[in-house]
């Protein structure tokens, strides 16, 4: 599990990271580019950016024997501590959001515009208090509503920043499909439940995770430690 520092922060306190600043995540500027935000805007423990991230994406609708499989891989991640980051927008996602703000381990939540103005709701102010929990956003203060223009800004956004992905499922032909293809160009690893309706994805080159698989990998991943190899 993780070492990291737990600092507890105001729930108002809102950080911002300019591009020039030592703290700013170097990944970033290396996968996205020139399309790296100027700056970044953060609420709750910025410790959270040393640990390991797994990202985790899902299409809008996922098909009930993934989301079954799912919510198991996403209680074991609970228990082996990983840090998770999405924007937890995508019904699944929420779902898996509400799994994990039940445990312990670090979350990260990217939401798809500015934190200031962004309602707190009740189940996050203790992960908040505890420094456990992080708001992260690469939108300006003018960006005050999600847009799907902005939805995939945050996924290049999130994807960059991680470590690994996982997308329990991605529809054939969908933008998250699509959005796989894109990531996988970077020479991240990217993981999808093995199930023949994510064929298009492992086609790609996503690798599967089975049911007897899964806790093997996810303890693989937690043994390398919340160290983040993500400095490029």
Known sequence: MSNLRTTPMHPGSIIYLQASDTGYPSALRHYLGGAAPHQVSALGNLDLLQCRLLALFCSARCPGNLILQTYDL???LRQAGVTVISGFHAPMERECLTVLLRGTQPIVV???RHI???QIRSEYKAPLAAGRLLFLSPFTAAQRRGTAETAVARNRFVAALADTIFVPHAAPHSKTEQFCHDVLT???PLYTLAADVNTGLITLGAQEVGPNTARAWIQRYADYGSA?????
């Open 74 to 76: 996403m209680q074991t």
């Open 110 to 112: 990217c939401p798809a």
């Open 116 to 118: 200031a103005g962004m």
């Open 186 to 188: 970077w020479g991240k």
């Open 228 to 232: 983040s190899p993500n400095s490029v």
